[in-house]
């Protein structure tokens, strides 16, 4: 069975950190490129960060630049996302999700986790 299964949220105070972990079973991560997402509550969905595939490029959206950082390691099969100076407005479910090649579009990934919960609160 392909899946990917995310781990590491929980609860933080503003300026701490986590890192969350995207797992994957049945298939190989990497040739895949590999992409964060978030959905705070009452918000869209959008997009975090993304590592490619091919060369392990990576980038960030403009609002978590400099705090948060993805990187992966394929022995483990898994990608990470590492959070650091987290601020309430960084609350949400965080997702996973994997296609192969460069690129994370966020409406042509192929697969996803279930999401792990990330509140930052004091």
């Known amino acids: 069975q392909l899946q990917l299964v995310e781990s590491g949220g929980g609860l933080v105070q503003p300026g701490g950190s986590l890192r969350l972990s995207c797992a994957a079973s049945?298939?190989?991560?990497?040739?895949?490129?590999v992409g964060w997402f978030r959905q705070a509550p009452g918000k869209e969905r959008e997009g975090v960060s993304c590592?490619?595939?091919?060369?392990?490029?990576?980038e960030h959206t403009d609002s978590v630049k400099g705090r948060f950082s993805i990187s992966r390691d394929n022995a483990k099969n898994t990608v990470y996302l590492q959070m650091n100076n987290l601020k309430p407005e960084d609350t949400a479910v965080y997702y996973c999700?994997?296609?192969?090649?460069?690129?994370?579009?966020?409406?042509?990934?192929?697969?996803w986790g279930k999401g792990t919960l990330v509140t930052v609160s004091s």
């Open positions: 999700a994997a296609r192969p090649g460069s690129r994370c579009p966020p409406n042509a990934m192929d697969y």
């Open positions: 049945g298939f190989t991560l990497d040739s895949y490129a």
């Open positions: 590592i490619s595939g091919s060369d392990s490029n990576f």
